[in-house]
């Protein structure tokens, strides 16, 4: 049995998987000890020929799931995995030298435990990835609530004990996972150590509202509402204000109107302010109002195909567990 199986779900990466696998590559732990399984959802670049070129410098299997979503993806990388933890890792995402030697401290002091961390931000990122990350994630550590996909490590046996990813999932996979797993009494613990660099981070405003059409797609699925209840509400508040906004405009009422825009920036205006880090600039907070404002508006207008998606994987779920 190795120690490690580091799981990376492809698509599209031509442009980060050479680097994610190098820095796999300069890992300070013996490779004979690591494998490497790429599952490749579909890719039509040059993704499958960058991986598979990797083969002699490194423990690598790369398989094909053309027709999986995520969540799915690191399932079946964690099923043709040996070894005794599993690292689950973005294809967009390169990790420091000793990565697996801070995660295999924490894992075999506390094997009953999910460990990871937020991601640092390269370089090439984008102001609204810097704003949002300096306000929502830079620091988190101990205890939290969730831990990206994109680094997360855990024992191979816990990581089946709690079921897996949601196979049904194309995004959300990772916060359903640790809602799970924390309603089951496992702690989902956070060290700066072991953040890696995300590549991928939002590089403009529209990337920065094309992830988030993605994420808040499956904002709602089958471990309830807990792990995204404040996302869930936010979209919820800012879509009747917009059915207001819209109402009020139709019978020509501006005052209601002016209500109503005054409405949706006004949980904007409390989450830039209410649990700042003192560590945040002022002088960015005119740009992370609007983020908050976009982030809201986006989510509210995906939130319609996320409740359907719902409740379509409750529907299938049904039905396959009465074929069962």
Request: proline share 5%; with cysteine; hydrophobic share 50%.
């Amino acid at each position: 049995m190795r120690d490690w199986s580091i799981i990376i779900p492809t698509r599209n990466e031509e442009a980060h998987i050479g680097l994610c696998l190098t820095s796999i590559r300069d890992l300070e732990w013996e490779q004979e000890a690591v494998e490497v399984i790429v599952v490749d959802n579909g890719s039509v670049d040059r993704t499958l020929a960058i991986a598979n070129s990797y083969s002699q410098l490194l423990n690598i299997r790369v398989i094909s799931m053309p027709q999986g979503r995520v969540g799915g993806l690191r399932n079946a990388g964690a099923r043709l995995a040996s070894g005794k933890f599993l690292a689950f890792l973005d294809a967009d995402c390169v990790v420091e030298p000793l990565w697996l030697q801070h995660a295999d401290g924490v894992l075999r002091k506390r094997p009953f435990a999910i460990t990871g961390s937020n991601y640092v931000l390269p370089l090439t990122a984008g102001w609204p990835a810097r704003i949002w990350h300096a306000r929502f994630q830079s620091g988190r550590t101990g205890e939290v609530s969730y831990l990206p996909g994109g680094n997360l490590l855990i024992s191979r046996p816990l990581f089946w004990e709690l079921g897996g990813f949601d196979p049904c999932l194309s995004s959300n996979e990772d916060s359903q996972f640790c809602t799970r797993a924390r309603a089951a009494g496992i702690p989902v613990i956070a060290f700066p150590e072991l953040a890696v660099t995300h590549l991928g981070a939002e590089k403009s405003l529209a990337h920065f509202v094309r992830r988030q059409i993605w994420h808040g797609s499956n904002v709602v699925n089958r471990a309830g509402l807990k792990g995204n209840a404040r996302a869930i509400a936010l979209a919820t508040y800012t879509l009747f204000c917009f059915l207001f906004i819209c109402a009020s405009a139709l019978i020509l009422q501006p005052a209601f109107t002016f209500a109503g825009l005054l409405a949706i920036i006004f949980p904007a205006v409390s989450l830039a302010f209410f649990g700042c880090p003192r560590t945040f600039c002022f002088e960015n907070m005119p740009r992370l109002i609007f983020l908050l404002v976009t982030y809201g508006m986006v989510r509210a207008s995906v939130l319609p195909v996320a409740l359907f998606r719902a409740v379509r994987s409750t529907s299938m779920a049904a039905i396959s567990g009465m074929e069962d």
